[in-house]
């Protein structure tokens, strides 16, 4: 066991959890004096005002599984007895050796609700020293660029000034660490890229990549936010609201997607669910509408079961199943934020015995063959009505099911003989709504809820089909 410590040490820190969040977590317990997000590791440092406060807070979850957006998170005592300046500077990525302050800044944007350009970062970054160069690229970590700075102070002040901060309201995170690089190479001045030291360097040709050794960031990143004016003045982590929050979303879906999967209809039902904003972690940027699932349970699984699960964060066209990897599935969602809703919350998530690895395909979508499932056409998809409230529902697993259209006879013993094979169930709750009868069953693990819904979501009782989708209700 850890010595105890003043610092906790906390795993699964989804992209979607903030400090707040995590400060609420350990908020009754006593005062956070400290806070590192080590969000390449998914992880976080809480260092509480003293060691009595931190036994407290783990003694209390060693008994209750905490729990924060949906999503399970884990802790224990850390091995740190306390954090220095250098811990929340290097944020814990590679290890205090690797994070020396220098003069150039890897900047990773969260929640990425607008596209961000180069004018926007120098006018994010420039109050605090003279910025030479910037280069914006897309990885897997997301949107990211380098800035690199004429001085290393102007850089240790920048980070220490702007880590954490939102470049808009709510959205756009800024995650600040040093980088590793003595020098960026910018090859062209661009919506991309752009050497302030030398002006005089071309644009690329539209399509080409325009700084091939960081990576693209894709000509999408060239639009303002709606209602930006060229040239407005940031203030350093200032916050900058353009509109109503329901004009932001749809002007910002309409006109970043008008092309590509966004029409009007669902851009105005996602901002119905969201109240004009996008969940924590979905950037609203995806147009890859098809998915790749891998270590899935080949003894277990088939189509039916896949679609049941999909069918929580968008309309199904297709699935099929990789005869050649077994545990390898492909599944096209309605449009690229379906997909990203998907990948987003399933990624990681249990189902029989094993943790499901969801990605983006490289395939576009799924060729019509004798061998592929198509629901295009099933009344069981969840997004051709009530889209709003289906996208307001979207959630990771939980160990709480919420099931509908039940008959109107029915009694608890029969809701828990229909599911207690999947799993413990620790209580259920039945109750009426709108004159129909529905019920909320509460199992023991999130993989037992899951497995519970991908077996009998469109299920027979009496005759009647039940509908299941998770509850993000933490007790009945």
Not at 181 to 194: A, F, I, K, M, P
């Amino acid at each position: 066991m850890t010595e105890p410590s003043k610092v906790i040490h906390v795993r699964n820190v989804g992209p979607e959890i903030s400090e707040n969040d995590l400060l609420q977590l350990v908020h009754p317990f006593g005062v956070v004096t400290k806070l590192v997000m080590l969000r390449a590791k998914n992880q976080a440092l809480l260092q509480m005002q003293d060691v009595a406060s931190a036994v407290s807070a783990l003694q209390y979850y060693a008994n209750v599984q905490p729990s924060v957006r949906g999503r399970n998170v884990y802790v224990q005592f850390s091995s740190h007895q306390e954090l220095t300046t250098m811990d929340q500077n290097s944020q814990g990525r590679k290890g205090d050796q690797d994070a020396q302050p220098n003069r150039i800044l890897l900047v990773t944007i969260h929640h990425l609700l607008y596209p961000i350009t180069v004018e926007v970062l120098h006018q994010v970054f420039s109050p605090h020293g003279f910025v030479e160069k910037i280069v914006t690229f897309q990885k897997s970590a997301g949107f990211q660029a380098l800035i690199q700075y004429q001085s290393r102070q102007s850089a240790v002040s920048a980070i220490n000034a702007l880590q954490g901060r939102n470049i808009y309201d709510g959205c756009c995170q800024l995650d600040i660490q040093f980088s590793n690089l003595t020098e960026l190479q910018v090859n062209y001045n661009n919506e991309r890229s752009r050497d302030f030291t030398n002006p005089s360097l071309p644009s690329e040709q539209k399509g080409r990549s325009s700084q091939s050794g960081y990576g693209d960031g894709g000509g999408m990143y060239a639009l303002q936010p709606p209602g930006a004016r060229p040239g407005s003045s940031l203030a350093p982590g200032s916050i900058i609201v353009f509109g109503t929050a329901q004009e932001q979303i749809v002007n910002y879906l309409i006109i970043v997607h008008s092309d590509i999967f966004v029409v009007m209809g669902n851009a105005t039902a996602i901002a119905a669910a969201f109240g004009g904003g996008l969940p924590p972690g979905i950037s609203g940027t995806n147009d890859r509408c098809t998915v790749l699932v891998s270590n899935l349970n080949p003894d277990e699984i088939d189509e039916d079961k896949l679609f049941n699960l999909f069918s929580l964060y968008g309309n199904i066209v297709r699935i099929k199943l990789l005869r050649s990897k077994p545990d390898h599935a492909l599944v096209q969602m309605g449009d690229g934020f379906q997909a990203e809703l998907a990948v987003h919350f399933l990624k990681g998530a249990m189902l029989f015995g094993k943790r499901l690895e969801v990605n983006f395909s490289k395939y576009p979508n799924i060729t019509p063959a004798p061998d592929t499932h198509d629901y295009s056409n099933s009344n069981l998809n969840r997004f051709n009505r009530n889209a709003a409230k289906n996208y307001r529902y979207c959630c990771s697993p939980t160990k709480m099911i919420h099931v509908s259209t039940l008959p109107q006879d029915i009694t608890e013993e029969e809701i828990v003989t229909h599911l207690e094979k999947h799993g413990s169930i620790v209580n259920t709750k039945l109750f009426e709504a709108n004159g129909k009868k529905q019920a909320l069953v509460l199992f023991e693990t999130e993989e037992q809820a899951t497995e519970a819904l991908v077996c009998k979501h469109a299920s027979l009782i009496d005759g009647s089909t039940i509908r299941i989708s998770f509850s993000q209700l933490q007790a009945i």
